[in-house]
C-alpha cells in the first residue's frame, strides 16, 4: 500500500512539475507583446489579449482552488470575468472595448496571488485514486493541457499582430528541405482504432477521446505530403475562389459576404505574394503547407477532384501498418523525442513539407504530425460511450453542434503531450487564423 501511495505521489509531483512548465510557456508568449498592444483584438472573434492574461489563471483557480480545502478566493469578481473565452457561430462578434477591462496591473498582481495559493496547497494534498472523477491527477492533467492547448491559441492570436507590437525572441535559422513532387500513396482496406479504451490508464485522456472503438476503413488514396502554397497557388490561379461549383452554400455565403479571396496566412503586395509570418513577411514559401480554414480545404479538394479524409481515413494512413497492426505514433512506438520535427514550440512558422524524412508513417505519409494541422471532413462528434468530465462538463459537449469539424496532427505550437494518438481537435468551418492544413484522398 505505501508503494502505491508512494507511486501516486511521484506521479503528482510529476504532474506539478509539468504544470509549471506549462506556465514558463504562455509567460513567454506574454512576454512577445508590447505593453501597448495587450488590449488589441487581433482575431475579431476572438476576446482581446488581454482576456487570456487573466483567464489561464482564473480557469486553474476555478477548476482547482475550489476544490482544495482551506483556500480562499482572491479576487470573485476576476474568477468570474475570466472565466470562459468565446466561440462565436453565425457572424456574431465581441463588441467590447479596451475600457471594459482591468488594469495589466491588476490582472498580474491577480495571476500572482493565485499561483501562490495553489502552489503552496496542490503539493501537500493526499493522494487521490488515479481514477476518480474528481481524482486531483485528473485536474491537473486538466491544467496543464488547457494551458498548453491556449499556448498555440495564443501563438495564432499573437501571429495576426503586426509585427512592431511584437518583441522578437532570438532568431531561429530557417530550414530547407529538397523540393518534392506531390503524389498520391495507396492505403489498403483494414482496421484502425478511434478514441481511447477506459481501460486504458497509461497517461491523461480529454472526454471525448473516450470509449475507444474500432472501424474498418475500405481501400483509399492519400497525398503523400500535405498540400502545399505551391499547390493552393494554383487553385487561387484557376479562379477557385470566384467558382461556385467548388463551394457548399454555406460555405460560399461566407466566402462571399467577407470578400475572401485567398488564405488568411497571404497578403498581395505590388503584384507578388507573401506569406505573414510570426515576425516577418517573406515571400510565399511555394514549399510550405497552406494554412487554410475548412471551407476553403474543402473548395480545394473538390477542384482537384478529391476530397478530404475523413477522421478514420486520416488515422488509418497515420497509424495504421500493412500488418494491420496500428503504431502509438505515426514513425513507431517511441514517443516525441528531441529532434528534428516541427512540434512542442520548436518553431514559429512552418517549414518545408519534405523536411524530416523520419516523420512518415508506416505506409510512408508524410508529415503527419506538426508543421500545421490537417482537416478532416467528419464533424465533431461525441464517441459512443462518451461521458463529459464532471470537472469540465461543457469542454467537448458544447461543441457536439455538428458546426465543427475534426482536426488531425499537430502545429509548431502543439505541445509534444497533445500527439497521442487519440487526441482531437475541432473548429468552426469559416474559422481562417489556426495552424491548420489540409491533405486530399481519392476514393
Known sequence: MLAVKGNIIDYRHRLLRRLAVARTHTDQLFGLVRPNALYERPVPERHRIIFYLGHLEAFDWNLLGNRLPGLKACAPEFDRLFAFGIDPVGGGLPTDRPADWPSEAAIRHYNRRVRAALDAALPALEPVAPSGEEATELLLNVAIEHRLMHAETLAYLLHRLPPEHKRRPVYTPRVTAPEVTPDLVEIPAGSITLGRARTDTQGFGWDNEYDGHTVEVPAFAIDRYPVSNGQYLEFVAAGGYEDRACWSESDWRWRSEHD???PAFWTRRN????????????????QWPVYVSHAEASAYARWAGMALPTEAQWQR?????????????????????????????????PVPVGAFPKNRSAFAVAGLLGNGWEWTSSRFAPFEGFRPFACYPGYSADFFDGRHYVL???????AACLLRRSFRNWFQPHYPYVYAGLRCVDE
Open 271 to 286: 503584384n507578388r505574394w507573401y506569406y505573414r509570418g510570426m515576425f516577418d513577411l517573406v515571400p510565399l514559401p511555394l
Open 317 to 349: 494512413a497515420a497509424y495504421g501498418t500493412p500488418e494491420n497492426r496500428e503504431r502509438a505514433y505515426p514513425w513507431g512506438d517511441a514517443p516525441p523525442l528531441p529532434g528534428p520535427v516541427n512540434f512542442d514550440f520548436r518553431g514559429w512558422d
Open 408 to 414: 488531425k496532427g499537430g502545429s509548431a505550437r502543439t
Open 260 to 262: 475572401i479571396k485567398h
